[in-house]
């Protein structure tokens, strides 16, 4: 998807372009930004953003795992939905439990299956606690969702799928809105805002159906083709 065009098309339901017309580039730069800052707030929303993130290391004797650049995984995601810990064809899977709760626990030195893990989302990079502490050669998998990337020219590519298309133009022309106040007509208000939802509500209703489903992508296999989704039952 191709964030130029995207832009132009915003800027011409607004009322700023003429069809056809190439935009100033101060305007084009000023819908970049918004566009970044509305990509930003999908990115932390799991039912507008479509983005799944699988992340493997392998255990060192180590109390935690570092994501993002330079840590033990190279991505520091939106958010984490499973991890496991496997060897093998054996999986366990780990629960998500808060710092709080991972403060409690006393020995934190000893290596084991980790019972437990809890996510300190502090930047540049976050981390992941494990108790006890992940055996030496087991290898950690995590799943979640990581950020929507942001643009860094106009001319980008916009890592979403196509059928993003019509709700990214929609949605970017609703928020140009107030930078361009009274050049838009009442009715083409109306349409915009209109479809701007519309658009939404369906990427939003795929979105929730995977994460319901939680999709058999996101599991290691079992045995006999079968997924892991927690310790003792396969689907």
């Known amino acids: 998807m191709n964030a130029y065009d995207r ?7 607004v009322g700023f372009a003429a069809f ?3 935009p100033e580039a101060e305007a084009v730069q000023l819908a970049m930004r918004v566009l970044n800052s509305m990509l930003g707030e999908w990115s932390t929303k799991p039912y507008y953003n479509p983005r799944q993130w699988m ?3 392998v255990a060192a004797g180590a109390p935690s795992l570092a994501l993002g650049g330079g840590g033990d995984c ?3 995601p939106v958010d984490i939905r ?7 064809t054996t999986v366990w899977r780990v629960p998500l439990k808060t710092l709080q709760e991972y403060e409690l626990m006393t020995v934190k030195t000893t290596p084991g299956v980790p019972q437990m893990c809890a996510w300190d989302r502090q930047e540049p990079l976050s981390r992941i606690y494990f108790w006890p502490i992940p055996i030496v050669g087991y290898t950690v998998r995590l799943v979640g969702i990581d950020a929507i990337p942001r643009l860094s020219t106009p001319h980008d590519t916009l890592d979403l799928p196509d059928w993003y298309d019509e709700t990214v133009e929609y949605n970017l ?11 838009v007509g009442s009715d083409m208000l109306s349409i915009i805002q209109a479809t701007a939802a519309t658009s939404m509500s369906g990427i939003r209703a795929r979105n929730l159906r995977m994460r319901q489903t939680r999709t058999v992508s996101d599991f290691r296999m079992g045995g006999a ?8 039952r396969v689907v």
């Open 173 to 183: 022309a609703k928020r140009l809105l107030p930078h361009m106040p009274g050049l």
């Open 225 to 232: 083709g079968t997924y892991w989704t927690w310790p003792g």
């Open 82 to 88: 499973q991890v496991t810990l496997e060897l093998g």
């Open 74 to 76: 190279s991505t520091d």
């Open 55 to 57: 992340a493997t290391a």
């Open 20 to 22: 056809g017309e190439a």
């Open 7 to 13: 832009i132009t098309a915003a800027l011409s339901m």
